[in-house]
T-cell receptor
Framework: AQTVTQSQPEMSVQEAETVTLSCTYDTSENNYYLFWYKQPPSRQMILVIRQEAYKQQNATENRFSVNFQKAAKSFSLKISDSQLGDTAMYFCAFLGSSYKLIFGSGTRLLVRP | GAVVSQHPSRVICKSGTSVKIECRSLDFQATTMFWYRQFPKQSLMLMATSNEGSKATYEQGVEKDKFLINHASLTLSTLTVTSAHPEDSSFYIC?????????????FGPGTRLLVL
């Protein structure tokens, strides 16, 4: 069975600085997708970034980028120029052949002014 | 694009009553919708997968007779919590898989907070 592990329950970063959130996963599948979702206090789940496993190039979306290491089964999220609005819970998620999203336990990120 | 709505956003009901939650994909067709439950400060737990025109598939430990799911059209799925009890109080979130989109992305509704007294 696939598992997703986020080892950092909480992180804190100064506004305008860079922070990296860690995520590792376990799977025997070769083709899959990885996601980072953001859940602010409103509790609306917002897609931050998506990575297809068959693509070697790391995905980027403006200030958000990932470091995808397929062999190591690692998928970290880097947030550059952190903004107060980035304060939220961040979930790493895996999607394999079952088409069911498997979430990590989440990392609570606080951006300090 | 890719907007999913949920209604109601918040509901309070008495123990023993049934509550229906609607999930709609507003600007795309969703052959598959998913229902999650989230307890405070925890991750999302998948309850069931809802496919248009067929019976829902429930995760292990989820009572299908208690959580009735109907997916009558490509844009609407409903979750009915039957004979609700206080332990059913939780945050329920739906998501929809974009039939035409790429990357197998699920888009989430804003959630429904259920409180059973």
């Amino acid at each position: 069975a696939q598992t997703v592990t986020q080892s950092q329950p909480e992180m804190s970063v100064q506004e305008a600085e860079t922070v990296t959130l860690s995520c590792t996963y376990d799977t025997s599948e070769n083709n899959y997708y990885l996601f980072w979702y953001k859940q602010p206090p409103s509790r609306q789940m917002i897609l931050v970034i998506r990575q297809e496993a068959y693509k070697q190039q790391n995905a980027t979306e403006n200030r958000f980028s990932v470091n995808f290491q397929k062999a190591a089964k690692s998928f970290s999220l880097k947030i550059s120029d952190s903004q107060l609005g980035d304060t939220a819970m961040y979930f790493c998620a895996f999607l394999g052949s079952s088409y069911k999203l498997i979430f990590g336990s989440g990392t609570r990120l606080l951006v300090r002014p | 694009g890719a907007v999913v709505s949920q209604h109601p956003s918040r509901v309070i009901c008495k123990s023993g009553t049934s509550v229906k939650i609607e999930c709609r994909s507003l600007d795309f067709q969703a052959t598959t919708m998913f229902w999650y439950r989230q307890f405070p400060k925890q991750s999302l737990m998948l309850m069931a997968t809802s496919n248009e025109g067929s019976k829902a598939t429930y995760e292990q430990g989820v009572e299908k007779d208690k959580f009735l799911i109907n997916h009558a059209s490509l844009t609407l799925s409903t979750l009915t919590v039957t004979s609700a009890h206080p332990e059913d109080s939780s945050f329920y979130i739906c998501s929809a898989r974009d039939r035409e989109g790429a990357g197998e992305t699920q888009y989430f509704g804003p959630g429904t907070r259920l409180l059973v007294l």
